[in-house]
């Protein structure tokens, strides 16, 4: 199973972007995604997840900003996320899993994307 994360770019405080994780042998409608990102010495942190059913949930510091969605027919994740911050800095990366227990937690994720890096200038 692969997942491609892609996306990423420099952008002004805020400014969007939308990421994208597409798969590989396997069905994203089928899983959890979640969305991670880690700055610079920073350990990694959940930002969002969609879960089979659709439901959709976030990290209180991009609530209201950044929305996670699906494309079933593209078997993609996207993230949008507007009005970024600086401290939106980041590598962010897609993970996957069956279950949608536990979906903050990177630990519980069984495959992961490559990442793909956030600069956001103030």
């Known amino acids: 199973v692969q997942l491609q994360a892609s996306g990423g770019g420099l952008v002004q405080s805020g400014g969007s972007l939308r990421l994208s994780c597409a798969a590989s042998?396997?069905?994203?409608?089928?899983?959890?995604v979640g969305w991670f990102r880690q700055a610079p010495g920073e350990e990694r942190e959940f930002v969002a997840a969609?879960?089979?059913?659709?439901?959709?949930y976030y990290a209180d510091s991009v609530k209201g900003r950044f929305t996670i969605s699906r494309d079933n027919a593209k078997n993609t994740v996207y993230l949008q996320m507007d009005s970024l911050k600086p401290e939106d800095t980041a590598v962010y990366y897609c993970?996957?899993?069956?279950?949608?227990?536990?979906?903050?937690?990177?630990?519980?994720?069984?495959?992961w994307g490559q990442g793909t890096e956030v600069t956001v200038s103030s």
């Open positions: 969609i879960v089979r059913s659709s439901t959709t």
């Open positions: 042998e396997r069905t994203l409608s089928q899983s959890t």
């Open positions: 993970a996957a899993k069956d279950s949608n227990h536990d979906y903050t937690r990177g630990q519980t994720y069984d495959y």
